[in-house]
Nanobody
């Protein structure tokens, strides 16, 4: 299994980024996928999940600013980041959380065994 994130970078406050995660080696369309982040010196923080039926779940802190989506034809997971602030500076990771059809909520991605190497987002 391989998960490869991209799309990170440096932006000014108020800016936007779209992160991508290309998955291989797993039945992507049947999996609940998610994003989490980790800032220096802080614990991993779940952001959102999207299940195999496209149902989504967000941590309250991110709902309305971040949007998770997927394209099963491309085996790709996305995270749209809008209205970024310096507090959003972190490494962002995608994760294959659980096979679809099971409970899958935004607090789960930090504990997933299947995860990528991350993409850095810096807001300043």
């Amino acid at each position: 299994v391989q998960l490869v994130e991209s799309g990170g970078g440096s932006v000014q406050p108020g800016g936007s980024l779209r992160l991508s995660c290309i998955a291989s080696g797993l039945p992507f369309s049947t999996y609940c996928m998610g994003w989490f982040r980790q800032a220096p010196g802080k614990e991993r923080e779940g952001i959102a999940t999207i299940n195999s039926d496209d149902s989504t779940n967000y941590r309250e802190a991110f709902e309305g600013r971040f949007t998770i989506s997927r394209d099963n034809a491309k085996n790709t997971l996305y995270l749209q980041l809008d209205n970024l602030t310096p507090d959003d500076t972190a490494m962002y990771y995608c994760a294959a959380v659980t096979p679809g059809g099971r409970a899958c909520v935004a607090t789960m991605p930090p504990f997933a065994k299947l995860r990528g190497q991350g993409t850095q987002v810096t807001v300043s």
